[in-house]
């Protein structure tokens, strides 16, 4: 310990020799103090305590620090108004000197053991002597410090209070005893060394802003077991105190309050009172302010954030961030329901109150919760203490539950949200403004909360009603197309009803109308949705023949080229998507003027065109209204047919372009990669994967 404290010295010499203040008075005595005290603890380590050699180091020792203590004084000037410190610290430092004629005397002419004890005990006592003296000193140099000198001299006048403090214990049971204390002999390397750290952590004046902050949490700990420590030893001295009296009887005493003792000790440590007890004194004593934000608002997020595994729907997760703040062991949540009053929405382990199903909290008494943002202290009304006339309106299920102990209002943009009732605390206490600004504050943000959580709802209720319409939209787009065509063709058979050819071709437009029509209800539950994944080789030619069977008696249809184009593809759902277009191109054409399919093949996609020599589109509309869900630049349009045509093509791995000239026409591509060209690059992607697997 004495190596530890000689290494200890050293270190906080170089600290202070670099990163101290070079312009502090007492910075050099306190390196050289340091200095003389790591040589010091050398001679004890070496030649023991009781050796000449570590008796005139620890007079060397001595001698520095009264000088850093003098030096001290020189922080604010006083060295030169309190002239009368300089004979005390004169006398002290004779003393000191005196202990050299007695290490001569012991060493010498101390030949008898009762000389060896007196020369000892004058030695202890001449330590005594400049202990006592130098903690009056250091005493009347802290008191009487300025404010802003005091800050500086916190760590080194505590150091050396440390330091002295013990020499005076120290040296009293030896001048007791007769000789050194071995044990307090032993560990006086270790004080020496915790010595050194403040030294060297007040010699900088950053020192003036460190504090003794300890959390919360450790200084409940901390309490805590000063008051286990205590108790037992009261135990300890009673049931030694009882040994005294001797005897069976005096053993039989011990062993029976031994026994009660214990029994108290196991039923009253573990309580929840004594730990709200000790926990309400350490904030009262401990610290400035009642609550630690930082750890509140931490424990409040995550208690939001997440559950802690048992389900717990929101609504308890709010009650319980807010009686955790409080340490309420329960609560009730109320929120405003669809008739505007408040309604019971949630309980936190708190089964056993009964809660009214009508009005639980009257309209007046929430109106004034929403006008004045108070928090409800129970307490308060059962005192008769009416603050701002909510007395008149507590309903008296809260006014007759003992238990109930708080009313804490949610607001969200001055309006009321909901009211938490919070259940007593195991200690009791009254709520201060403390508690009235944290639970303000975090009434506010659970409104927040709940406010989102409805507005949440609202949105999903609102989409689920989108979705629903989108469907029906796209139901009745698809009836729509149907109904064009029949009343096409009803006005075409007023002049060709004679005609054999075009009443083959109405049979044939009626059969293909009423599939649809079956093959809509089928299809009724997936539209709006991604797609068909369905892929398989698909003939285009054969996919165009069928639309354009459909269309043959109600426009004129044209195919220009039929290159060969077998495409990967979902057919049906090709078909439908080009139904979409086919009708847009009809519907923007005269009735005279054709639509055309155009097929090519380029080795690697195959594609269709439908071109039409209709209105056309701008480029503005093509970009930001043809893709868009209903919006239409036809009068009685949806505006979907071409957002469905999209949609459908590219959930089969398609590809839709469009190109309009406006007053010329326009022109759609729809483009599928080919079923050999896949089938192709499948067989030598395949054994690369089966390679890199």
Not at 522 to 538: D, Q
Request: aromatic share 8%; glycine share 6%; charged share 20%.
């Amino acid at each position: 310990m004495y190596l530890g404290g000689a290494a200890t010295c050293a270190v906080g010499a170089g600290w202070i020799w670099r990163k101290g203040d070079k312009d502090r008075p007492d910075r050099t005595a306190i390196l050289a103090a340091l200095v003389i005290t790591a040589g010091w603890c050398v001679m004890v380590a070496a030649f023991g305590a009781n050796s000449p050699l570590a008796s005139l180091a620890e007079v060397a020792r001595n001698l520095a620090w009264l000088l850093v203590l003098y030096r001290l004084f020189a922080n604010d000037g006083r060295h030169e108004t309190l002239r009368p410190i300089r004979p005390v610290l004169i006398a002290l430092a004779f003393v000191e000197c005196l202990q050299l004629v007695l290490i001569v005397v012991e060493a010498r002419f101390a030949i008898t053991p009762e000389l060896k004890l007196l020369t000892f005990q004058m030695c202890a006592m001449f330590h005594l002597m400049v202990s006592v003296g130098a903690l009056v000193l250091l005493h009347n140099l802290y008191v009487g410090a300025t404010q802003s000198v005091r800050s500086v001299l916190r760590w080194t006048a505590a150091a050396l209070a440390a330091m002295w403090s013990f020499d005076l214990n120290f040296y009293t049971v030896a001048y007791l005893g007769g000789s050194l204390p071995l044990e307090l002999a032993a560990i006086r390397g270790l004080v020496v060394a915790s010595m050194t750290i403040p030294l060297a952590i007040g010699s900088t004046r950053s020192a003036a802003t460190i504090r003794l902050r300890p959390s919360r949490k450790v200084a409940f700990q901390t309490l805590s077991l000063l008051v286990i420590g205590a108790y037992l030893m009261v135990m300890v001295g009673i049931a030694q105190s009882l040994a005294m009296l001797g005897g069976d009887l005096g053993r039989l005493t011990q062993v029976g309050f031994t026994f009660a003792a214990t029994v108290v000790a196991l039923l009253w440590l573990p309580s929840h009172r004594l730990r709200g007890w000790v926990r309400v004194t350490a904030i009262k004593h401990l610290f400035q302010h009642r609550y630690d934000y930082r750890a509140e608002w931490l424990r409040f997020t995550q208690t939001i954030g997440k559950s802690d595994g048992s389900s717990q729907s929101l609504q308890e997760r709010i009650v319980k961030s807010m009686a955790d703040i409080t340490d309420s062991p329960s609560g009730l949540l109320l929120l405003t329901g669809e008739s505007g009053s408040l309604e019971l929405a949630s309980r936190w382990n708190w089964k056993d109150i009964s809660v009214p199903a009508a009005d639980p909290v009257p309209a007046d008494l929430a109106n004034l919760f929403e006008s004045r943002g108070f928090i409800l202290d129970l307490d308060d009304i059962r005192a008769g203490k009416d603050w701002h006339g909510e007395a008149v309106f507590l309903p008296d299920w809260l006014r007759e539950e003992q238990q109930a102990w708080a009313l804490v209002p949610l607001q969200h943009f001055d309006r009321l949200i909901g009211v938490i009732i919070l259940s007593r605390p195991a200690e009791p206490r009254r709520l201060d403004w403390e508690d009235f600004d944290l639970l303000r504050v975090v009434g506010q943000q659970l409104a927040s909360y709940l406010a989102e959580q409805a507005g949440q709802a609202a949105l999903m209720e609102s989409a689920r009603f989108d979705e629903f319409n989108r469907r029906i939209a796209f139901v009745m787009h698809d009836i729509k197309n149907l109904a064009s065509q029949l009343a096409l063709l009803s006005r075409n058979a007023e002049r060709h009803a004679d005609n054999p050819e075009f009443r083959a071709d109405m049979l044939v437009t009626l059969k293909n109308s009423a599939e649809k029509l079956n093959g809509l209800l089928a299809r009724l539950n997936r539209y709006g949705a991604s797609g068909s994944e369905k892929r398989e080789p698909v003939e285009l030619l054969r996919v165009v023949r069928q639309v354009t069977d459909q269309y043959e008696a109600v426009h004129p249809i044209s195919i220009l080229r039929t290159e060969n184009s077998k495409v990967l593809a979902d057919a049906e759902g090709l078909e439908q998507a080009l139904v979409h277009l086919v009708q847009n191109a009809v519907d923007a054409s005269d009735a005279a003027s054709p639509v055309s399919f155009d097929i090519t093949c380029d080795g690697v996609r195959g594609a269709v065109e439908i071109a039409d020599v209709g209105h056309g589109m701008t480029a503005e509309f093509i970009r930001d209204g043809l893709f868009k869900p209903f919006v239409s630049s036809k009068n009685s349009g949806f505006g979907i047919g071409a957002f469905e045509a999209r949609e459908m093509i590219r959930a089969m791995g398609g590809r839709l372009d469009v190109d309009s000239r406006e007053g010329l026409g326009t022109r759609f591509t729809v483009s599928f990669p080919l079923a050999a060209a896949a089938e192709h690059l499948s067989s030598h992607t395949s054994p690369q994967h089966s390679e890199a697997a």
